[in-house]
C-alpha cells in the first residue's frame, strides 16, 4: 500500500514525508497484517510549537480554545469538540468515538460535539491500516478503542493540573464529573471551560502515562441512553452531505457514460448538448463526457442532448446468463487450494458413508447508498478543494491530484457526512472524486475559475459497475455411518475484489483473495477433513466490496450446507452446530443466547418454520434465527432474533441499530434485490423500481439481544448481514421441505 500511495504520488506531481514532531507518540505493536500503530498527535499549531521548544509547554494564546491533542479541542464555554478521524455515514461512528473521548475525559454528554477529521493520514491514519486513513472492514472503534480514551484521559489530566495549580491543592484531591472539576475538601468547584487556558499552557503528558478507567468505572461506555450528538441537526436537516454543499458561483456537472463496461468514446456531436440555455462547457472524460451547466436542470437537458457513438469492440457483451454458466462449468474443475486439512476426497469416497452436495449462487448487487455518489471540486491555480463523503481520504486525495493534475500538498479534502456507503464510498477506483476534480481541471483549461458540483443519479450509481460479485459455492459433505460429519469440501467461483486496486498485495500466493474465501477458508466447524479451493474469474464487471464482503456469499453456503447436513444426519441444526463448535466459546454463548431469546423448541404452525445461522466475521459472532410464514410462492419473514457478541458494547443502542439494519440490509439481499445484464452486456435495473429492496411493510419484528463483555470492542457494521440469507433459506425448509439454494429466494410454482 506505501508502494502504491507514493506511486500514484509520483504521477501528480511528488510527495512529502509526513512530519512528526518530537512530541508525537507512536508505539507499533505486532500482530497480525500491518500491525497496530498507536499515535496521538498535537494539533499542527501546537505540534510545530511543542518541536521548537523541545519537550517544553504547548502553544497558548489568550481567547483560543484547549487542544492537547489531534482529536480534543476544549473552548472557554466548556465545548468539547471531538475530531473523528472516521467517516459518518450513517452507522454511528461520531457517537462512539465521542463516547471514548467523553468517558476519559469526564465531559457533561451534553457539551460534547463531533467534527470530521480533515484528510491527514499522519495524525488520522486508521490503526489496522497502516498509514491509511479510512473507514471501512468495522474496524473504527476496535482501532480507535484506546487511542480515543487516551486523548480523552490526557486532557482530563491537564484540565486537573490547571485546577491544582489554580488552587493551591494537589491534582490527587480534585474530583471530576459532567465537564466540573471539584476540590471536596475546600468546596470549591469550575467548569472545565474556566481551566482552559491554564490547561493550554501546561506540558503534555506522555498518554501512556495517564491512566485508563476500569470497566467498572464506565459512566457512557456501555450505557443505552446517549442522544446521538448529531442527532438533532439530522432531524432539522442542518446536517450538511456532500449533495448539500453549495458554493458560490457552482456549477453543475453531469456525466454521459458509456452504457456497457469497457466501451470507449467513438465520436461526439456536441452542438446539440451546447445550444441547451446555461451550458458552459462539454469535456471529454476518461470514462463518458460531461456537461457543466449554471443549472442542474440545464445539464440534465445538456446531457441527454448529446450524441455520442460508442466503441465497444473492447466492451462486455455477455450477460449474467452466459457468466453463471461459465461459473457452473469452472465449478465441475479443481481450483487453487485455499485449505487442505486431512483427506477430504478418501473421506467423501467412503462406502461406509453418506454423502451430499449442494450448489449455491448468489447474483451481483448494487450498493444503492441512499445518498448516490456526490463531490464539488474547486480548482484555482492555487490547487483543489472538494467537498465529498470519502471514506478513504488517504486515496482520494492521490487520485483528485492526478485527475486534476496538481502535487497532493495542493488538495484540500473536506469531508462531510454520507448517505450511506456500504462499501461504495471505499472504491480504489475514486470514480467520482476523479471525475469530479477532472471536469474542473477541464474548466480552468479554458479559464473558467469555479466550483463544479457533479452529483450522480440513481440510475447512473446502479448502471454504472462496482457490485458485490456473483458467486458460485459447490459443497460436499460426508457423514459417518453415527451420522457425524467427517469431511467437507468447498469450491468457490467468484471474481477477486482486490485485483487491480492499491491493495493486490495482500492477495495470498498464488494469488488467492482472501476475500472470497474469507469464512470457508477459516471454516470453524470441527470436521476432521477440510478440502476448499477456488477459481477467480475474469468477467468484464466491476466489482467492489460490498457490506460484508465474502462473508455475505460464503456464510449463505456455509450455513445452509451445515443445516442440511444436519438434517441428513437427524440431527437438530442447533445440537450439530453446538457440538462442532465446542472449540468457540463465543459462537457457544450466541447460538445458546439466540436459541433461548427465540424459543427455538417451541411448535410452529403448518406453512411457518423457523431457521438458524451462526457466523464470525470483523471479530463479531452473531447467530440469527428468522421466523417465516411461506404461502404458495410468496415468503414472509415475521420475525429475527439476533444474539451478538462484538466485545465491549461501547453504544448498546448503536449496536442494536446496526444489527436491525444488518439484518434488513440482509433480507433486502435475500428476498429482493439482484442485478442482471442481458444477454448484450446492458445492465437491466436502474432503480428501486427493479433494483428492489425490502420496504417498511414487509420488515418483520427484528429482537437483538447483546452478550455482555470486557474485551476490546470489535465490528458491527457489517457483522449482522451474513447470517440473514442462510437463517431465512433454513428456515423456509423447515416450513416447506423445500431447500432454496439461490439468492433471491423464489419459491417454486
Known amino acids: 500500500m506505501t508502494a502504491f500511495i507514493e506511486r500514484r504520488a509520483a504521477r501528480s506531481g511528488g510527495i512529502e514525508s509526513p512530519r512528526f514532531s518530537r512530541r508525537t507518540l507512536l508505539r507499533s505493536v505486532a500482530g497480525a497484517g500491518a500491525g497496530l500503530t498507536l499515535g496521538l498527535l498535537l494539533p499542527s499549531r501546537g505540534a510545530e510549537a511543542a518541536a521548537d521548544a523541545g519537550e517544553g509547554p504547548a502553544d497558548a494564546r489568550d481567547g483560543e480554545p484547549f487542544a492537547p491533542n489531534a482529536f480534543v479541542r476544549l473552548a472557554p464555554d466548556g465545548t468539547v469538540t471531538v475530531i473523528c478521524k472516521h467517516l459518518e455515514m450513517g452507522q454511528g461512528v461520531y457517537t462512539g468515538l465521542c463516547t471514548l473521548v467523553a468517558e476519559e475525559l469526564d465531559a457533561a454528554w451534553s457539551q460534547v460535539r463531533p467534527e470530521p477529521a480533515p484528510a491527514d493520514a499522519a495524525r488520522y491514519n486508521n490503526l489496522f491500516w497502516g498509514p491509511l486513513q479510512g473507514t471501512g472492514g468495522s474496524t473504527s472503534l476496535a482501532n480507535a478503542f484506546e487511542q480515543m480514551r487516551r486523548a480523552g484521559a490526557v486532557a482530563r489530566a491537564m484540565l486537573v493540573t490547571a485546577a491544582a495549580q489554580e488552587w493551591g491543592v494537589a491534582p490527587a484531591e480534585i474530583e471530576t464529573a459532567e465537564g466540573v472539576l471539584r476540590h471536596p475538601a475546600s468546596d470549591r468547584s469550575a467548569p472545565y471551560g474556566a481551566m482552559v487556558e491554564r490547561a493550554a499552557g501546561l506540558t503534555v503528558p506522555d498518554p501512556d502515562s495517564v491512566a485508563l478507567k476500569a470497566p467498572e468505572q464506565f459512566r457512557l461506555i456501555g450505557k443505552g441512553d446517549l442522544r446521538r450528538p448529531d442527532a438533532e441537526a439530522r432531524i432539522n436537516g442542518t446536517a450538511i452531505f456532500a449533495s448539500d454543499i453549495r458554493r458560490p458561483g457552482m456549477l453543475v456537472a453531469r456525466v454521459r457514460r458509456p452504457p456497457r463496461f469497457g466501451a470507449v468514446l467513438k465520436t461526439l456531436d456536441e452542438d446539440a448538448a451546447k445550444s441547451v440555455p446555461g451550458v458552459k462547457a462539454v469535456l471529454v472524460l476518461p470514462r463518458g463526457v460531461a456537461v457543466v451547466a449554471e443549472k442542474s436542470w440545464q445539464a440534465d437537458q445538456a446531457r ?96 483528485i491530484a492526478e485527475a486534476a493534475r496538481v502535487k497532493p500538498e495542493a488538495v484540500t479534502l473536506h469531508v462531510t457526512l454520507a448517505g450511506g456507503s456500504f462499501g461504495r464510498r471505499a472504491n480504489p477506483a475514486g470514480d467520482c472524486v476523479a471525475e469530479a476534480a477532472g471536469i474542473a481541471r477541464g474548466l480552468l483549461d479554458r479559464g473558467i ?175 440469527t434465527v428468522a421466523e417465516v410464514t411461506v404461502r404458495e410462492q410468496t415468503i414472509r419473514v415475521d420475525r429475527m432474533v439476533c444474539a451478538v457478541d462484538c466485545g465491549l458494547p461501547v453504544n448498546p443502542d448503536i449496536i442494536r441499530a446496526q444489527v436491525e439494519g444488518g439484518t434488513v440490509f440482509g433480507l433486502s439481499a435475500t428476498l429482493r434485490s439482484r442485478l442482471t445484464l442481458d444477454e448484450t452486456g446492458l445492465v437491466r435495473q436502474s432503480n428501486f423500481h427493479d433494483f428492489e429492496v425490502l420496504r417498511q411493510a414487509s420488515t418483520p419484528e427484528i429482537a437483538v439481544h447483546i452478550v455482555p463483555s470486557t474485551d476490546p470492542p470489535s465490528g458491527i457494521g457489517e457483522p449482522a448481514v451474513p447470517p440473514v440469507a442462510p437463517a431465512v433459506a433454513n428456515a423456509v425448509f423447515a416450513a416447506t421441505g423445500r431447500r432454496l439454494r439461490s439468492l433471491p429466494l423464489r419459491v417454486p410454482s
Open 304 to 399: 441527454a442532448a448529446l450524441n455520442i457513438t460508442w466503441d465497444d469492440s473492447a466492451a462486455l457483451t455477455v450477460g449474467t446468463d452466459a457468466i453463471r454458466k461459465q461459473y457452473r462449468e469452472l465449478a465441475e474443475q479443481p481450483g487453487t487450494v485455499v485449505r487442505n486439512d486431512g483427506d477430504a476426497a478418501a473421506a467423501l469416497s467412503d462406502p461406509e458413508g453418506r454423502t451430499l452436495e449442494a450448489t449455491y449462487e448468489v447474483p451481483y448487487l448494487a450498493h444503492a447508498p441512499m445518498e448516490p455518489p456526490s463531490a464539488v471540486a474547486h480548482l484555482t491555480d492555487a490547487g483543489i478543494e472538494v467537498w465529498t463523503g470519502s471514506q478513504v481520504p488517504t486515496m482520494d486525495v492521490l487520485t
Open 449 to 623: 475559475v469555479a466550483p463544479v458540483q457533479l452529483a450522480w443519479t440513481r440510475e447512473d450509481d446502479i448502471r454504472g459497475g462496482f457490485y458485490r460479485p456473483m458467486a458460485l459455492h459447490r459443497v460436499s459433505g460426508a457423514l459417518d455411518p453415527n451420522g457425524r460429519p467427517v469431511a467437507w469440501r468447498q469450491r468457490v467461483v467468484c471474481q477477486s475484489v482486490l485485483k487491480d486496486t492499491p491493495f493486490a498485495p495482500i492477495l495470498g500466493a498464488p494469488g488467492i483473495d482472501p476475500m472470497a474465501v474469507e469464512g470457508v477458508k477459516d471454516l470453524p466447524y470441527a470436521v476432521p477433513n477440510v478440502h476448499a479451493d477456488l477459481h477467480m474469474p475474469e468477467t468484464g464487471v466491476p466489482v467492489l466490496w460490498w457490506r460484508s464482503i465474502g462473508h455475505s456469499h460464503t456464510a449463505f453456503a456455509v450455513e445452509s450446507f451445515m443445516d442440511e447436513m444436519a438434517h441428513a444426519a437427524h440431527v437438530d441444526p442447533l445440537v450439530l452446530r453446538l457440538d462442532l463448535l465446542r472449540d468457540h466459546p463465543r459462537a457457544l454463548g450466541v447460538l445458546m443466547l439466540v436459541a433461548e431469546q427465540a424459543g427455538w423448541h417451541a411448535p410452529m404452525e403448518g406453512g411457518r418454520g423457523r431457521g438458524l445461522a451462526v457466523h464470525e466475521s470483523y471479530g463479531s459472532v452473531v447467530a
